[in-house]
């Protein structure tokens, strides 16, 4: 059992940057694709940004078209722990943000391990 616990979020201005952090508790962390999702009030919940794993330490990454070029998604194994940068943030990115985790690619939502979330808010 993955559990995945994420902090930071926040209150934030148009234009202004983020961080988000989600830990995990799996000791084979680096063998997980990783994920952000977010959901914001009244509509589904949407793919933001993954992260395979990668024996070689070569790493890809994939983006909503939404949020390329705002957004980087980054890992750091050895702290078991997967970011992501917020960055030209507007208003419609404001959501509850929820990392992911599994075995397998993660962006099509069927992930098995899920973060609590973290509400971004982003003031115009």
């Known amino acids: 059992q993955v559990q995945l616990v994420q902090s930071g979020g926040g209150l934030v201005q148009a234009g202004g940057s983020l961080r988000l952090s989600c830990a995990a508790s799996?000791?084979?962390?680096?063998?997980?694709?990783m994920g952000w999702f977010r959901q914001a009030p009244g509509k589904e919940r949407e793919f933001v940004a993954a992260?395979?794993?990668?024996?070689?330490?070569?790493?890809?990454?994939y983006y909503a078209d939404s949020v390329k070029g705002r957004v980087t998604i980054s890992r750091d194994n050895a702290k078991n722990t997967v970011y992501l940068q917020l960055n030209s943030l507007k208003p419609e990115d404001t959501a509850v943000y929820y990392c992911a985790a599994d075995q397998r690619n993660v962006m099509y939502g069927n992930a098995a391990y899920w973060g609590q979330g973290t509400q971004v808010t982003v003031s115009s």
């Open positions: 799996e000791r084979t962390f680096s063998r997980y694709y």
């Open positions: 992260i395979n794993w990668s024996a070689s330490s070569i790493y890809y990454t």
